[in-house]
């Protein structure tokens, strides 16, 4: 375990000992809730884990490094964000991924866009969305989004690479 | 809205796929041995990985739920909140929990309190990409520069968004969205 996890564990447990100094009830409640959103994740979580370790084995590096490697240019950006924006990846997922993709020859600025769009784009959600704000708010937003994710990717790829 | 409840019930359905894939692991061990213990190899390495970093999370992710109630926040989020309500907007969407689609009910009730339309676009915006939790989790994924120059941009982004989102709806178009929920 590394000193940035160590420190984030006492972080917790200390946040989690004030809880339970002020109110029991309450922490016992907040403790549920973590064990309940983390047993529903658990399924999703596992498929997508050993989806990657099929990835990771059958693609060799140079295939992932092509599509969506640094050199990967227009073609890399727009693969890894259009994905990005039609799946339903929760983060707990999709950083593992990412960290996984880049360690297998993906680029940055294309794993940044990638997950910009992810969290920002919601094509399947998009519907849901309009019956709440209207479909100008919701294209308007998601094109926005979009478009902005590409900035993102741009500028995490200038900060990694000084 | 608790932390767990946005979030589907657990049931058969939600293992299919991993019966699937574990299946398929499986076939690929007799047919490929050597590929099929080099996948369970990454999957192993990969869960304990998780396992490490998880638990902290999802503890905080309660914690937050339980002690932050949302219904006092939002009377502090009207067309007169200034920034303070730009700010509380931030944060209860930083603060939150969920997938994004989990923003659109929450974004219902603050919006029927009188939350301004522009703070409710900036608490989607800080909600889709500006989470505490994910960030502490993205940072020890993909390392701090990735992940904070990711969460700055993305803040630049939330503002532009919900400035230009403001612009473009006409005020008859915003009272009508307004008007839905009341």
């Known amino acids: 375990m590394d000193l940035s996890t160590l420190i984030f564990y006492v972080i917790v447990l200390s946040l989690l000992g004030i809880s339970f100094f002020k109110d029991r009830k309450k922490t ?54 259009i994905v990005g924006a039609i799946t339903l990846i929760p983060g707990f997922v999709a950083f593992p991924m990412a960290k996984m993709l880049l360690e297998n020859g993906a680029g940055i600025a294309q794993m940044a866009v990638f997950i910009s769009t992810l969290m920002m784009v919601g094509i399947i959600t998009a519907p849901l969305e309009a019956s709440f704000f209207g479909w100008k708010a919701t294209m308007g937003r998601n094109l926005m989004a979009y478009f902005f994710s590409f900035v993102v990717g741009y500028g995490v790829w200038l900060v990694v690479n000084i | ?149 990711r969460y700055a941009m993305s803040f630049l982004g939330v503002f532009l968004i919900a400035f230009f989102l403001d612009k473009l709806l006409v005020d008859d178009e915003k009272k009508n969205i307004i008007e839905k929920f009341q």
């Open chain 1, 28 to 81: 016992v409640e907040a403790l549920l809730k973590a064990w309940k959103s983390f047993i529903v994740l658990l399924p999703p979580f596992l498929t997508i884990i050993f989806l990657l370790g099929f990835i990771v084995v059958f693609i060799p590096e140079k295939t992932i490094a092509l599509y969506i490697g640094e050199e990967s240019g227009f073609l890399g950006f727009l693969i890894s964000s």
């Open chain 2, 1 to 149: 809205m608790a932390g767990g409840e946005y979030l589907k019930k657990l049931s058969w359905k939600s293992f299919q796929g991993l019966y699937i894939i574990g299946i398929i692991s499986i076939l690929v061990y007799f047919w490929l041995p050597r590929e099929g213990l080099r996948v369970y190899r990454v999957v192993f390495n990969n869960i304990l990985f998780m396992l490490g970093i998880i638990p902290p999370i999802f503890i905080l992710v309660g914690l937050f739920d339980v002690w932050i109630p949302r219904e006092k926040v939002t009377r502090h989020l009207g067309d007169r909140s200034g920034l303070k309500g730009t700010g509380i907007s931030i944060a209860l969407g930083a603060l939150a929990a969920g997938p994004l689609y989990a923003a659109f009910p929450i974004a219902e009730v603050m919006l029927r309190k009188g939350t301004s339309l522009r703070n409710i676009f900036i608490f989607i915006g800080a909600w889709s990409t500006m989470k505490i939790p994910m960030l502490l989790f993205e940072i020890q994924s993909l390392g701090p520069r990735f992940a904070i120059s």
